[in-house]
Nanobody
């Protein structure tokens, strides 16, 4: 079992920045792919960014390319999402996601609100 705990959400003005963190605990050995998803009110959950176990490969939604950066520190069992140039349409609950031994795990989510 893996538990994921996100932090770092909040209210930010358009053009601002936030960094989300997701710490994994429990059976963290061999955690594989990790990612960030988001869900805005009335919309489906969508992948924002993902990163492979070694951190060498990343992928991003077109809407965040060039503005968001995903990274991970395997020594700390933590994945990060650096968000810059935030827009009101980035407002959503952001969820951390991890794959471990073919099982999927989700965090509880953290709210990000971009508004002036």
């Amino acid at each position: 079992q893996v538990q994921l705990a996100e932090s770092g959400g909040g209210l930010v003005q358009p053009g601002g920045s936030l960094r989300l963190s997701c710490s994994a605990s429990g059976s963290t050995f061999s955690i594989g792919y990790m990612g960030w998803y988001r869900q805005a009110p009335g919309k489906q959950r969508e992948l924002v960014a993902g990163i492979t176990s070694g951190g060498r490969s990343t992928n991003y939604a077109d809407s965040v390319k060039g503005r968001f950066t995903i990274s991970r520190d395997n020594a700390k069992n933590t994945v990060y999402l650096q968000m810059t140039s935030l827009k009101p349409e980035d407002t959503a609950v952001y969820y951390c996601y991890a794959v471990h031994l073919l099982s999927e795990y989700w965090g509880q989510g953290t709210q990000v609100t971009v508004a002036s």
